[in-house]
T-cell receptor
Framework: GAVVSQHPSRVICKSGTSVKIECRSLDFQATTMFWYRQFPKQSLMLMAT?????????EQGVEKDKFLINHASLTLSTLTVTSAHPEDSSFYIC?????????FGQGTRLTVV | LAKTTQPISMDSYEGQEVNITCSHNNIATNDYITWYQQFPSQGPRFIIQ???TKVTNEVASLFIPADRKSSTLSLPRVSLSDTAVYYC??????????????FGTGTLLAVQP
């Protein structure tokens, strides 16, 4: 079946640095991808919709200058957490739809120290 | 987007059938009902999807009454490995790849020996 892959699966960075997370659709083209954030024992919260060749659409309350999204090709979207702080530590998950089904990446555990 | 309501948690024992009900009173005509499973530190995984009546696949059944204001995910003979969070989502599939998925609270199913 279709697969969405994220990289890295976990990353630890120092406060103030930036971290890039990649999301790839491995065997299908995804003009749209979605980025979620999940805190411990909470549900997934949609952060933004990544659109190939155009600007991402951010959900209310999500800082677009802090969470930079680039969707430069039909199989790759990246999320860059800029000037990361400990409160940005979370589990980040991307998703892409093919037909009626949505496929999710394995997630990226970000820890900011 | 229709909002969903599920029990926060459920307990069961190995070998039992588990039924998780989801309320979606404001479901729209074009909305489908989809259930996902999520293990800790992993992305959600598609379980089953339906529009009305009953749908069955190799892992679960989905029961949807005529008014479609609720749905029930049925897991036959659960095992310890079925311990996970189960999410019920409703959304318009005709939106294609751009249709974003909004997650509710989910139901934490704990299966005990």
């Amino acid at each position: 079946g279709a697969v969405v892959s994220q990289h890295p699966s976990r990353v630890i960075c120092k406060s103030g640095t930036s971290v890039k997370i990649e999301c790839r659709s491995l065997d299908f083209q995804a003009t749209t991808m979605f980025w979620y954030r999940q805190f411990p024992k909470q549900s997934l919260m949609l952060m933004a919709t990544s659109n190939e060749g155009s600007k991402a659409t951010y959900e209310q309350g999500v800082e677009k200058d802090k969470f930079l999204i680039n969707h430069a090709s039909l199989t790759l979207s990246t999320l860059t957490v800029t000037s990361a702080h400990p409160e940005d530590s979370s589990f980040y998950i991307c998703s892409a739809r093919m037909g009626q089904e949505a496929f999710f990446g394995q997630g990226t555990r970000l820890t900011v120290v | 987007l229709a909002k969903t309501t599920q029990p926060i948690s459920m307990d069961s024992y190995e070998g039992q059938e588990v039924n998780i009900t989801c309320s979606h009173n404001n479901i729209a005509t074009n909305d489908y009902i989809t259930w996902y499973q999520q293990f800790p530190s992993q992305g959600p995984r598609f379980i089953i999807q339906g529009y009305k009546t009953k749908v069955t696949n190799e892992v679960a059944s989905l029961f949807i009454p005529a008014d479609r204001k609720s749905s029930t995910l049925s897991l036959p003979r659960v095992s310890l490995s079925d311990t996970a969070v189960y999410y019920c989502l409703v959304g318009d599939n005709y939106g294609g790849a751009t249709n974003k998925l909004i997650f509710g609270t989910g139901t934490l199913l704990a299966v005990q020996p």
